[in-house]
């Protein structure tokens, strides 16, 4: 984590903290290094089409990561309503096929 915090310091590259949700503990990394932007799990993210506790995980990563200025990205956005469902979650950003 300190080598990577700096790098970040001397050369002003970002950090990018990828599949947050799953299943590692991403906010004790966050805690170490910081992250510029985190990109949430794709299978987490798709299963907040149907479960609760899904959605709620995935705002609150959105929460902390947002407190410590990091902005989001939510995976395998694949069609309008995934598109809805991220920008109700939150997320700065998508990436998926819906986006080609």
Excluded: N
Excluded at 46 to 57: E, F, M, N
């Amino acid at each position: 984590a300190r080598r990577l915090m700096t790098l970040k310091a001397r050369a002003g590259v970002e950090l990018h903290l990828d599949d947050v949700g799953s299943g590692d503990d991403p906010m004790s990394k966050a805690s170490l290094i910081h992250p510029d932007v985190i990109k949430i799990d794709g299978e987490l993210f798709h299963r907040a089409r149907t479960s609760a506790s899904a959605v709620a995980v995935i705002k609150g990563h959105i929460k902390c990561y947002q407190e410590i200025l990091s902005e989001s990205i939510v995976e395998w956005i694949e069609d309008e309503d995934d598109l809805m469902l991220a920008r109700e979650l939150g997320a700065d950003f998508g990436q998926g096929y819906h986006f080609k």
